[in-house]
């Protein structure tokens, strides 16, 4: 057994431990949390790494003192830090990864999202998803779980049709050129934008090739309400909280809105690359 598997382990029983102690049972934690059932099973039985996210709002729950909760984040880091964390997250399987996400937004009310080479994973089609749990399959050696991984990312879509949740999604036209999937895909996948784009709670904006950008695109993130950014890299998943980090990328998210095209000009643009790949 590795020192990760080992110190994934002890943090597990330590969870474990602080639910017991509150009298909830793994079923009644997971309510309070609004999470599935399973993630409550993976995280205490080590098969899934704990983010910060996920042991401060178990803290929460539980009713854990200030330094308990210190004493949690500080493990989870350690852990998440480890040169190995991604490849330990997918070994845990695709569709476990779709549901902590899925665990996040339902917890979130106002999404900006900017994506710059890539849809949107809450926006994407079937097809398309699948073709890219191929590839990440590929590159990180994850458990074979697409077709899980597909049918959890398209559950997690229902959230956009919840009227008391507000989405800004802003990606650029090189994201919709980057060829992740067939042409017949990608042209529903320009279809599937087009009608979410519809949405009175979805505002989804395009930044043209020609347009001159505030900075350069050099990863998506993801703002959670006002306090918190997930920024996704090549092997590891960056949680920020520290109010200055959310104001960068608000005030960064806010930049990219101005040069890109909303509404009928952004529908404009997909129409053009759905000629484009017809």
């Known amino acids: 057994m590795t020192s990760f598997q080992q110190a994934r382990i002890d943090l597990g029983c330590r969870l474990r431990g602080l639910r017991e102690a509150a009298h909830l049972s793994g079923k009644d934690l997971a309510e309070r949390l609004r999470w599935q059932p399973s993630k409550v099973s993976r995280l205490e039985n080590a098969r899934q790494t704990p983010t910060e996210d996920d042991v401060v709002v178990w803290a929460q729950a539980v009713g854990a003192p200030p330094e308990v909760t210190d004493e949690l984040i500080a493990r989870s880091m350690a852990l998440l830090e480890r040169h190995d964390d991604w490849k330990q997250r997918h070994r845990g399987g695709l569709a476990a990864l779709q549901e902590d996400i899925r665990d996040l937004e339902a917890r979130t009310t106002l999404f900006r999202v900017f994506e710059p080479g890539i849809v949107v994973g809450l926006l994407q089609t079937s097809e398309y998803a699948r073709h890219v749990f191929r590839k990440v399959r590929r590159l990180y050696s994850a458990d074979d779980q697409i077709d899980a991984a597909v049918r959890v990312r398209m559950q997690r879509q229902e959230i956009l049709y919840d009227r008391s949740r507000t989405f800004r999604f802003v990606v650029t036209e090189a994201a919709l050129r980057t060829r992740l999937a067939p042409a017949d895909v990608m042209r529903g996948q320009l279809d599937r934008l087009l009608a979410v784009s519809t949405l009175p709670n979805v505002g989804f904006g395009v930044v043209p090739l020609a347009a ?43 930049d990219y809105a101005k040069v890109a095209e909303f509404d009928e000009s952004g529908r404009e643009v997909i129409i053009r690359l759905l000629h484009h790949y017809r």
Not at 223 to 238: P, R
């Open 212 to 254: 001159e950008l505030p900075s350069a695109p050099v990863n998506g993130f993801w703002i959670y309400n006002e306090s918190m950014v997930g920024v996704a890299t090549m092997t590891k998943d960056l949680v920020l909280r520290d109010p200055d980090d959310v104001a960068f990328y608000v005030r960064a998210f806010d």
